[in-house]
């Protein structure tokens, strides 16, 4: 990973703009795409798990104190929905490695030269404006917000500590890895749009 970002790095300096930020953006967009395939698989898995919440709900209430046959009426409900619960997590088990790896590869990397991007003076240092802290709680609670169909006092919950817990940890962490955080949550928003967008045409048309 430190290797691309030298490799984005000397494209940028080609470019004549030789930027660090600029790097580590161009960066997070080609890993973003490289993964786009497990993303729309990952969104389209969460997509069916959300339409059959009424169902499941239904079958939950209908057969509380029976654990056996819950079990298998939720399996029968999956089987003619063609979904499967563990798709949504298959996919970001396999993106964990990669995602592992450019945490360590920023927050670990060597910069020749100052780092400095649009604000920031020294991409390897916390953001002293506490900006990319801040958008990177607002970007995580958005994206959160995008994949939620049902709020419930446990997802409300959720949905404000895991973007205060990730602004928090933000304020410590190097801004270059923050700006991959932040640019990450962008173009994954952006994507998830997109797919929500194109199935709520799709079943419009199947609807007519």
């Given at each position: 990973m430190?290797?691309?970002?030298?490799f984005f790095?000397?494209?940028?300096a080609?470019?004549g703009i030789a930027?660090?930020?600029?790097?580590i953006?161009l960066?997070t967009?080609?890993?973003?795409a490289?993964m786009?395939p497990?993303?729309v698989?990952?969104?389209k898995?969460m997509?069916?798990m959300q339409?059959?919440?009424?169902k499941?709900?239904?079958?939950?209430t209908?057969?509380k104190g029976?654990?056996?046959?819950?079990?298998?009426?939720?399996?029968?409900?999956?089987?003619?929905?063609?979904?499967?619960?563990l798709?949504?997590?298959?996919p970001l088990?396999?993106?964990?490695?990669?995602?592992i790896a450019?945490f360590?590869?920023?927050?670990?990397?060597?910069?020749?030269?100052?780092p400095?991007?649009?604000?920031?003076?020294?991409?390897?240092q916390?953001?002293p404006?506490?900006i990319l802290?801040?958008?990177?709680?607002l970007t995580?609670?958005?994206?959160?917000?995008?994949t939620?169909?049902?709020?419930n006092?446990?997802t409300k919950?959720?949905?404000?500590?895991?973007?205060?817990?990730?602004?928090?940890?933000?304020?410590s962490?190097?801004?270059?890895l923050?700006?991959?955080?932040?640019v990450?949550?962008i173009?994954q928003?952006?994507?998830?749009w997109?797919m929500y967008?194109?199935n709520?045409?799709v079943?419009?048309e199947?609807?007519?």
């Open positions: 430190q290797g691309a970002l030298n790095y000397n494209l940028t080609g470019m930027n660090y930020g600029v790097a953006i960066l967009i080609a890993i973003k490289l786009y497990l993303t698989k990952q969104v898995s997509k069916a339409d059959i919440q009424p499941m709900k239904e079958i939950q209908k057969y029976n654990p056996e046959k819950l079990n298998k009426e939720l399996a029968t409900l999956y089987k003619e929905a063609g979904v499967n619960p798709a949504g997590c298959l088990i396999v993106q964990m490695p990669f995602l450019i360590y590869a920023i927050r670990d990397y060597h910069y020749v030269q100052s400095s991007f649009l604000w920031m003076t020294d991409l390897a916390p953001d404006t506490y802290p801040v958008l990177s709680a995580t609670y958005i994206q959160q917000k995008q939620t169909a049902e709020m006092q446990q919950m959720m949905m404000i500590f895991m973007p205060l817990f990730i602004g928090y940890i933000s304020l962490f190097p801004g270059g923050v700006l991959y955080w932040v990450s949550n173009f928003i952006i994507q998830q997109f967008r194109n709520s045409s079943a419009r199947e609807a007519r």
